[in-house]
């Protein structure tokens, strides 16, 4: 069966902070995987997204990672704002362009 | 980027009745869009794709008579919620793929937050 599971589920960091995180799938076959960001009420928007090939992939403060080996996925984010507050979601393109979407991380930046 | 918008982005209506939610590819042509549902802290869970010309796709326990999906033009789909009850309160989100150079992306729209009564 096709999964994606993220974790932390949730996440409290001051503003200024890095942190990562995770993403693990069994998609199979695998297109390319997504990490997005949903702030609440809002539809998502995508950050990132990388191809079987792809090992790395940076927009701004956001970088991802790509293990296809293991299957494991991560994003990073550099110096946190309180913006960046919102739910993360990691979202494995299978065959057929079939979407299976990770259930979120939350995260939310305090001062 | 491509936009994909939804429209009404927040509706309240009364138990058994119909409610109609747009969702429009503003500068791209989309012969295929998909549209989501999600509750409350779970991820968004696919409904149903719809198809430009033809029938719609539903996923398994979706039932199709409730779910009503018409894919009329290459810019817009409509799902509307037919005898909706207070269960079908949710947060409704549509998505449309483009191509990005080599990769196809998927753009969501905003959403519609359904609140029935």
């Known amino acids: 069966k096709n999964q994606v599971e993220q974790s932390p589920q949730s996440l409290i960091i001051l503003e200024g902070k890095n942190c990562t995180l995770q993403c693990n799938y069994t998609v199979s076959p695998f297109s390319n995987l997504r990490w997005y960001k949903q702030d609440t009420g809002r539809g998502p928007v995508s950050l990132t997204i990388m191809t079987f090939s792809e090992n790395t992939k940076s927009n701004g403060r956001y970088t991802a990672t790509l293990d296809a080996d293991t299957k494991q996925s991560s994003l990073h984010i550099t110096a946190s704002q309180l913006s960046d507050s919102a739910s993360y979601i990691c979202?494995?393109?299978?065959?057929?362009?079939?979407?299976?979407f990770g259930t979120g991380t939350q995260l939310k930046v305090e001062l | 980027g491509a936009v994909v918008s939804q429209h009404p982005s927040r509706v309240i209506c009364k138990s058994g009745t119909s409610v109609k939610i747009e969702c429009r590819s503003l500068d791209f042509q989309a012969t295929t869009m998909f549209w989501y549902r999600q509750f409350p802290k779970q991820s968004l869970m696919l409904m149903a794709t719809?198809?430009?010309?033809?029938?719609?796709?539903?996923e398994q326990g979706v039932e199709k008579d409730k779910f009503l999906i018409n894919h009329a033009s290459l810019t817009l789909s409509t799902l509307t919620v037919t005898s909706a009850h207070p269960e079908d309160s949710s947060f409704y989100i549509c998505s449309a793929p483009a191509s990005l150079g080599y990769v196809n992306e998927q753009f969501f729209g905003p959403g519609t937050r359904l609140t029935v009564l």
């Open positions: 719809s198809n430009e010309g033809s029938k719609a796709t539903y």
């Open positions: 979202v494995v393109t299978g065959g057929g362009n079939k979407l299976t």
